[in-house]
């Protein structure tokens, strides 16, 4: 698998001096930016093969995922490299067979196609997400969190750092970053994360439970 620096790289190179006709090959593309071998037959079959919690409805989608757009039950779809600002490499969308930078949500417009999120890893292994601010600083006690440590407005905590890291890592902003506070910040975005996984109600409340915390890959210790 490629770095990020090596697929903004390959995806550039074939901006500028395409190795091939990409007309109609956009999952190729995408997962050949990020190094992995074929792991679906068009977009919408790779996309409907990834495990759930790999799968992520945030947008944009983050620099060095692959995003989706399309129908679960009819289509080819479409599939993208991310980079920053918001922006995506895409086959096709201003010149057929040809690779272009344009904006994350262009395919909502131009090709009525529905955005279906952007995944984290592969059959082979994690794509080179871009790390975001904040969570160079690391988690704390081994990515634990303590149930009864998890609370509203819990101060000075361990648990609710490692929390919010979890979440800025996958995309959701938690206010002035990891502060260790849970806070209305740090609620929203985990409540915005649950909705992601399709959950609703008290399962979709804000307050992390066990599956929230697992799915975040954090450790549940019930204290």
Known sequence: MRTFEQAQTYAISQHEQPSRNWYRWCQVFSRQCVGAPGFGASARVAFNAIPERSKHRTSPPPPGSIAYYGFSDRGSGHAVFAVDAGFVWSTDIKRKGKIDRVQWDVFQTKWR???RG???????????IARRPGTELGY???RKVYRSKMRLRQADSDSV????????????SVGAGPTGTFGM???????AFQGSRGWKGRRADGIPGAETIRQLGLVWVDT
């Open 185 to 191: 910040h740090t609620m929203i975005a985990c409540a």
């Open 118 to 128: 952007w995944i984290d890893t592969c059959p082979s292994g994690d794509l080179p």
């Open 140 to 142: 704390r006690q081994h």
């Open 161 to 172: 750092w490692n929390l919010q890291l979890a979440l800025i890592a996958k995309g959701y």
């Open 113 to 115: 196609l529905p955005y």
